[in-house]
């Protein structure tokens, strides 16, 4: 079991950067795969970007190019950072990690880019 809190969420212009963070705790070292994730008003939850324990990422074809997932083991912290924001971003983002069959969530946090 793993416990997530996600943090760096914010108010941004259209073209500007965030950098999101997410720290983990509990049983992190049989973490497979943290997920980036987002949810719009109305809309389902997707992924954003991926990043497996051996290095591999994988990304939303809306997103690549400008945000970048990664990983402080020392920290036990997983970054998104977004540049080049738009409007079509604003949306909840959450962090996600596979345990197994399992995954676990954190609790989100607030991206709105304005126009």
């Known amino acids: 079991q793993v416990q997530l809190v996600e943090s760096g969420g914010g108010l941004v212009q259209a073209g500007g950067s965030l950098r999101l963070s997410c720290v983990a705790s509990g049983n992190i070292f049989s973490i497979n795969t943290m997920g980036w994730y987002r949810q719009a008003p109305g809309k389902q939850r997707e992924l954003v970007a991926g990043?497996?324990?051996?290095?591999?990422?994988n990304y939303a074809d809306s997103v690549k190019g400008r945000f970048t997932i990664s990983r402080d083991n020392a920290k036990r912290t997983w970054y998104l950072q977004m540049n080049t924001l738009k409007p079509e971003d604003t949306a909840v983002y959450y962090c996600?990690?596979?345990?197994?069959?399992?995954?676990?969530w954190g609790q989100g946090t607030q991206v709105t880019v304005s126009s």
């Open positions: 996600g990690a596979n345990l197994g069959r399992y995954r676990y």
């Open positions: 990043l497996t324990s051996g290095g591999y990422t």
